[in-house]
């Protein structure tokens, strides 16, 4: 009796394990194509936000329910939508203000990387982002003030 109490126990130990790990990979990835956009718009790339907002749908998409709650997911692809059917770097960064205030609830409910993930902030815009490094690089902005900012907050 001992044996098949050990044994299960250490079944389900495994499959937890690789339940969270299988959730890290795909929070991840999320967070990865989150950071592709905020990059294309420091960058004044439209091109490329939109491009970029379109893998963010698909990998949201392919993510488990039981990872990312409705109302997020709802709130996420609206904000990603909303990039992919403009080429106008303005109106992309005007949304991109909902966006990371969506991504920053969402990294607040469930870990989205193994290294932490900072929240910045630029009071020009009254707007956040995340970032995967503290150096401000302001996606609102982009060249014109590229380090007007601070980081608020290091989520781990």
């Known amino acids: 009796m001992k044996k098949l109490l050990f044994t299960v ?3 389900a130990t495994v499959l937890v394990q690789k339940t969270i ?4 990979t ?3 990835q999320l967070l990865n194509s989150y950071l592709d956009i905020k990059n294309a718009l420091v960058v004044g790339n439209a091109t490329t936000a939109t491009a970029k907002a379109e893998e963010f749908i698909q990998t949201l998409n392919t993510i488990d329910a039981k990872i990312i709650n409705t109302d997020s997911h ?3 692809l609206k904000d990603a939508q909303h990039i992919t059917k403009t ?4 109106h992309q960064r005007e949304h991109f203000a909902t966006f990371s205030t969506n991504m ?3 990294a607040k409910a469930v ?5 932490p993930v ?3 902030y630029c009071s020009m815009k009254k707007a956040h982002w995340l970032s995967s490094e503290p150096a401000i690089k302001n996606p609102y902005f982009g060249i014109a003030m590229l380090t007007c900012g601070k980081v608020e907050e290091t989520l781990k």
Do not use: G, P, V
Request: hydrophobic share 40%; charged share 30%.
């Open 104 to 106: 920053y609830t969402l």
């Open 111 to 115: 870990k989205l990387a193994d290294k």
């Open 21 to 24: 790990a299988q959730n890290n």
């Open 9 to 11: 126990a250490i079944l």
């Open 26 to 28: 795909e929070t991840s």
């Open 87 to 90: 080429k106008d770097i303005k």
């Open 74 to 76: 709802d709130a996420l």
């Open 118 to 120: 900072y929240y910045a």
